[in-house]
């Protein structure tokens, strides 16, 4: 079974920027970054395969940047200009997700 540890998160204001970080215990193609903000559906935020090609949903586009240390088997998620509206439990996961295979997540809010 794949572990996905992620971490990073925090409360930062309006503007701020936040990286985080996901470990996970295998090499995986494709990679995403995910978030679930309370009352929604998790949503795909970013992904990234291992030649580094990138995608991004159109809200962050601009804004956050995904990479990856394939070596370290760890994917990162550079956020910039936060939103409130980026408030969320932020998780990595496979491209598409693996089931069974979430994290616990990290909590990213964002308030003044």
């Known amino acids: 079974q794949v572990q996905l540890v992620e971490s990073g998160g925090g409360l930062v204001q309006p503007g701020g920027s936040l990286r985080l970080s996901c470990a996970v215990s295998?090499?995986?193609?494709?990679m995403g970054w995910y978030r679930q903000a309370p009352g929604k559906q998790r949503e795909l935020v970013a992904a990234?395969?291992?030649?580094?090609?990138?995608d991004y949903a159109d809200s962050v586009k601009g804004r956050f940047s995904i990479s990856r240390v394939n070596a370290k088997n760890t994917v990162y998620l550079q956020m910039n200009s936060l939103k409130p509206e980026d408030t969320a439990v932020y998780y990595c996961?496979?491209?598409?997700?693996?089931?069974?295979?979430w994290g616990q997540g990290t909590q990213v809010t964002v308030s003044s």
């Open positions: 996961n496979a491209h598409p997700p693996i089931n069974n295979s």
């Open positions: 295998t090499t995986i193609f494709r």
């Open positions: 990234i395969t291992s030649f580094g090609r990138t």
